[in-house]
Every structure is written in structure tokens, then in C-alpha cells.
């Protein structure tokens, strides 16, 4: 499903450990903060401050992580990784685009996930990668 940006009024975010400014885009092309780090077809982003906390505690890369509000250049359509029959009607508000994301701010005051939740969730992802479940990059 895509969706206009004219139509959002809710904050979006991209989570990540990437040292960025207001004004840097984001675009896709770029190695993923995931998987197996091959260059990535799109950009992601979310509607939910615990979805861009995940993203940024799980990006790969030293430093630490880092959650910005975006706003896309272009359209969005839902992420197909976190919908469709994983969360049906995405809960998650999560999105991708192939068009560049503006940094319009940082969230500096943000609370990451406890240690064992982070730990469980680092455990799954790395089932998953040993099954050959890798994300979706079509």
C-alpha cells in the first residue's frame, strides 16, 4: 500500500548509528544496517519511537545508536518485513521508500530496550540468519 506524505500529520523516524544532521538525506543504495549488509533498494522508517529504538540498538557499526526524525522526499509504501501475515494491518507503522529521507531533527532523549530483551531479540535474529531468513530487498 503506498501513501501520500501530504496525507501523514504523525512524526516519522529512522532509527540507526549513523551520525547524521538536519538537512543529510538518506538514500538507499547504501549497505543495510542488517543482515548481510549488501546494499539496500530502499530506505526505512517508522511512525513508532520503539520501532526506530530497535532499529537504531540494532544497526550494525561502532558508535552509538541514534534516532532521527525524517521526512520522505517521495511516496512510502509499508514494509513488507513487519506486515502482511507477520503483523496484518502493520501495527508497527513500519515503511520503506526508494526515494532519499531529509533529516529534519534528532530524538536525543530516548530509552532503549533492557539487556536481556535486546540480547533475546539479537538471539532470534541470528536463528533466523541460520534458517536463511534474510529481509526483503526486492
Sequence with gaps: MKFEQQKRNEPLYHGTKADLKPGDLLT??????????????????TATLDAAVWGAELAIGEGRGRIY?????????????LTDKKFPGNPTKSYRTR????????????????????????????????????????
Excluded: C, F
Excluded at 525524517?70 to 513488507?80: K, N, S, Y
Design 28 to 45: 538507499p543504495n547504501y549497505r543495510s544496517n542488517y543482515g548481510e549488509g549488501k546494499a539496500a533498494n530502499y530506505v526505512y522508517l
Design 99 to 138: 526515494q532519499p529521507l531529509r533529516v529534519t531533527g534528532e530524538i536525543a532523549d530516548w530509552e532503549g530496550h533492557s539487556p536481556e530483551t535486546l540480547q533475546a531479540m539479537r538471539n532470534r535474529l541470528e536463528e533466523l540468519k541460520r534458517q536463511g531468513v534474510e529481509a526483503i530487498n526486492d
Design 69 to 81: 526524525l525524517v521526512e520522505p522526499t517521495g511516496g512510502i509504501e509499508d514494509d513488507p518485513n
